[in-house]
């Protein structure tokens, strides 16, 4: 060091009058990242970084949204006091105001409309104990069937395809340790290195150790480029995919006879199917070369050990449950699960992606993931709530037909809680006149987001710097959160705002916790002898062992780390393999001559969902201050679109404008705009609003459009 620099950073050092240290966990992705928050005090301003600390899953990493996760946590447009919609503007006011106001709409339209009329739309980004919570309010203090949350829109299909074809769905079925000792990994349209970079060292540990790494993608990703074989699919075609690999699997004799005799049921339907299809045909189809297909096929059947991994670009679909059921069925079909280094990932997208739908917050689910429409489980739940069986509504419709239902004026008063379904839902455009349709609407958030706004009341929550609780990472594995800070202003817990309302709506004798560990207790009995059985969990135990893995029945229980070892959780023990056709029963929203072009849209590094966080983060905004269209420079040169030029992009339903950005790493048929912006460039006011009928889940990543440069007044009509 010269001396210049050790005197300035001497100099930097007086200037640090104190320094404080808080350990807490990134409030983004299912990596759930430890880190410690270091906050120095300059004369009277304070300055804050971020640095990664040790953990079982991600072992002191942190990536640059964790790094600055911390700026919109203390962004000044935080809300800090409850506001409430009077002459169109929000004023503020106090919560006595504010709750009396919710009481008596929530009575009125409990009185005109019945208690179905009342929806409640939650989150996979709150804690366990909030989703549980969130879940027996919409129950006991609403008596609503209508619940539902964010997750339906991210993780739903591969939680139904592995409840489908293993009995039981968490993401992981093996601990991230065993992934560097895989010889073969299959990252089946999941983009690691932007949306869990943290993960990306345990598959570069693999590859080192010399596992072969197989990447399905209409894109060249930054996690493309670690792979010694890429198939640029077509969008919406893996189940094709799987199908033209069993096919080579079955007809080269690569199966795992054995184990589908011992293990699976189905194999053979499976066989005579997929032996009839043509292989040229799935190639045209899937636009991946025969060649190609055999390589992965051979090599994932080969290798001793394996894993596959997948995440919302198979999953997003019309079809997305059956086209997860069929990678499945190729890792049942080669016995690659349930042993060392084999397995599966549906790799989890939000921070509490896995434990929020585990807990009650999914129509048809109670606690524990019990089933709303299980006389066993539902007498038990009715148990713990202190209430009698038949007064438990029964299940409702999910996330997005909730929107619908409000069109048909079946719903006309909602309670959200941490989402931003403007922007998150597709057909936005369909979406926003449902909410500006509600009778009453209110929205639990720390900013003032594109729905907030729609919202009659707001109440300020806290942030992840402020709420304490358990969240359950990409593994499985439940860890604690700390808080750091007290509440910003008047903001609450989520947890407190659900008490809070629960007791103005006279229900407050069966929602009185003292803390969020009060109601994780209460979690802990309700999942008792369910399948996410967290029983045997305590604070003071994550606190001691960093997290634990369900299912965790006992307290001396150390946790479950590999799954299905012996048996499968269906009441035979047998792995359910099932016929997948090549094409989907309900038709994707695919070019046609007047809309040519296949979007698909998905997430930067810098950017978290919506944005409604990491747009007001001045290190991640700087990244990406706009939302871009990737296009091939082929396609582009034949409608006539410049590199950095403002596009219209057009669906059946709506329209955006976003620059353009020349890439040849995207297939020329195929066009990707990601999610991270609302207003004139949501990409949802594009995407059609068809479900997978096996879970609900909008088909994202699938959209006709047409495009053309935009012209002047197109650009005036934004301003
Ligand atoms: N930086 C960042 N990280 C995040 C998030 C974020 O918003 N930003 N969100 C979190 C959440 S909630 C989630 S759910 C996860 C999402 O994590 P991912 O699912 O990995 O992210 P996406 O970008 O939506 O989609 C993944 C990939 O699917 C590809 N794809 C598109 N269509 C198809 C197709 O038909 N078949 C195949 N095989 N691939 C296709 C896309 O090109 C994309 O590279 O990330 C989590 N982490
Ligand atoms: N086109 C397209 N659409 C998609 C996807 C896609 O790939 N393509 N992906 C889908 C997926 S995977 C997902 S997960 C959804 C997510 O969609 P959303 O749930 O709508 O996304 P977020 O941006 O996380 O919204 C969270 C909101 O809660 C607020 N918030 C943050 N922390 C807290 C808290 O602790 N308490 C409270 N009360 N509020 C808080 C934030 O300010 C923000 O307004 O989007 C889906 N939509
Ligand atoms: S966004 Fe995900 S990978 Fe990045 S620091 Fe946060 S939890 Fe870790
Ligand atoms: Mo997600």
């Excluded at 394996?306 to 079909?333: C, H, K, P, Y």
């Excluded at 489980?377 to 069986?389: L, T, V």
């Excluded at 990472?473 to 910003?488: D, F, Q, Y």
């Excluded at 990601?674 to 889940?697: F, T």
Aim: charged letters at 25%.
């Amino acid at each position: 060091m010269t001396e210049f620099m050790l005197k300035y950073f001497r100099t930097k050092q007086k200037e640090v009058q104190s320094e404080k240290t808080y350990d807490t966990q990134c409030p983004f992705c299912s990596m759930q990242c430890k880190m410690q928050l270091i906050e120095q005090t300059i004369v009277t301003r304070k300055k804050y970084s971020a640095v990664g600390k040790d953990n079982p899953t991600t072992k002191g990493r942190l990536c640059m949204k964790g790094m600055n996760a911390h700026q919109h946590a203390f962004h000044s447009e935080r809300i800090t006091h409850p506001l409430l919609k009077k002459n169109g503007e929000f004023v503020r006011v106090s919560w006595e105001e504010a709750l009396q106001y919710i009481r008596e709409q929530v009575t009125s339209i409990q009185t005109k409309d019945g208690h179905d009329a009342l929806g409640v739309y939650g989150s996979a980004s709150i804690t366990n104990e909030e989703a549980y919570l969130l879940g027996k309010f919409a129950r006991v203090a609403l008596q609503t069937k209508h619940i539902d949350y964010n997750g339906r829109l991210c993780m739903s299909a591969a939680a139904t395809a592995a409840n489908q074809t293993f009995g039981m769905d968490r993401g992981l079925t093996n601990a991230l340790s065993e992934v560097p000792h895989a010889r073969v990994i299959m990252l089946a349209g999941t983009n690691i290195a932007e949306c869990q970079p943290t993960i990306m060292p345990y598959v570069e540990e693999a590859k080192e150790n010399g596992a072969y790494i197989i990447v399905i993608d209409p894109r060249e990703t930054a996690t493309a480029q670690i792979a010694d074989l890429h198939m640029k699919i077509k969008p919406g075609t893996d189940a094709a995919l799987a199908n033209g690999m069993l096919k080579i699997i079955i007809e080269e004799r690569l199966t795992d006879e054995a184990f589908i005799k011992q293990r699976a049921e189905g194999f053979e339907g499976v066989k005579r199917y997929v032996t009839s299809l043509s292989l040229e045909d799935i190639s045209e189809q899937t636009g991946v070369p025969i060649e190609q297909m055999r390589k992965a096929a051979v090599k994932f059947a080969r290798e001793e050990t394996g894993m596959l991994f997948t995440a919302r670009g198979v999953e997003q679909q019309t079809d997305g449950t059956a086209a997860v059921r069929n990678l499945l069925n190729i890792l049942i079909s080669v016995g690659k699960i349930g042993k060392f280094g084999c397995g599966y990932g549906a790799i989890t997208g939000q921070g509490n992606g896995q434990g929020a739908r585990e807990h009650g917050q999914k129509a048809d689910q109670l606690p524990g993931y019990r089933s709303i429409e299980n006389q066993k489980d539902r007498a038990y739940i009715a148990n713990i709530w202190g209430i009698a069986e038949e007064n438990l509504p029964q299940k409702g419709v999910s996330a997005f037909e909730m929107m619908k239902k409000v069109h048909e004026g079946e719903i006309t008063g909602m309670f959200l809680m941490c989402s931003n379904p403007a922007v998150s839902n597709p057909n936005a455009n369909f979406v926003k006149a449902a909410l500006k349709k509600l009778k009453f609407f209110a929205a639990v958030d720390l900013f003032i987001s594109e729905t907030a706004r729609l919202a009659d009341v707001i109440l300020p929550a806290s942030s992840y710097l402020e709420d304490e609780g358990t969240m359950t990472n990409v593994e499985g594995r439940v860890t604690l959160r700390e808080a750091s800070k007290p509440c910003l202003g008047e903001a609450r817990h989520d947890w407190q705002i659900i008490c809070d309302i629960a007791a103005a709506l006279g229900k407050g004798r069966f929602f009185s916790y003292e803390s969020a560990e009060d109601i994780f207790n209460e979690l802990r009995k309700a999942s008792r002898g369910g399948i996410a059985d967290y029983s045997g969990i305590t604070y003071e135990r994550i606190r001691k062992e960093g997290g634990i893995l369900w299912p965790c029945p006992e307290h001396r229980h150390p946790g479950t780390k590999r799954l299905f070892e012996t048996e499968f959780s269906h009441p035979d023990k047998k792995a359910k393999m099932c016929v997948v056709p090549n094409e989907p029963t309900v038709k994707k929203d695919e070019p046609t001559e007047d809309y040519p072009l296949c979007l698909t849209t998905g997430r930067v590094m810098s950017h978290y969902l919506t944005g409604v966080q990491t747009r007001r983060s001045a290190a991640l905004r700087a990244r990406h201050f706009e939302s871009f269209m990737e296009i091939h420079p082929k396609t582009a040169e034949k409608y006539k679109i410049e590199d950095r030029v403002l596009v219209k992009i057009e669906s059946k339903r709506g329209s955006i404008i976003v620059r353009s950005k020349w890439s040849e790493s995207i297939r020329p048929d195929t066009v990707f705009v990601p999610m991270h912006w609302g207003d004139s460039q949501n990409v949802n006011c594009l995407v059609a609003e068809d479900l997978d009928p096996s879970c609900q889940m909008p088909g994202f990543k699938v959209c006709s459009v047409r495009i053309r440069r935009a012209d002047d007044k197109d650009v005036n009509k934004l301003s």
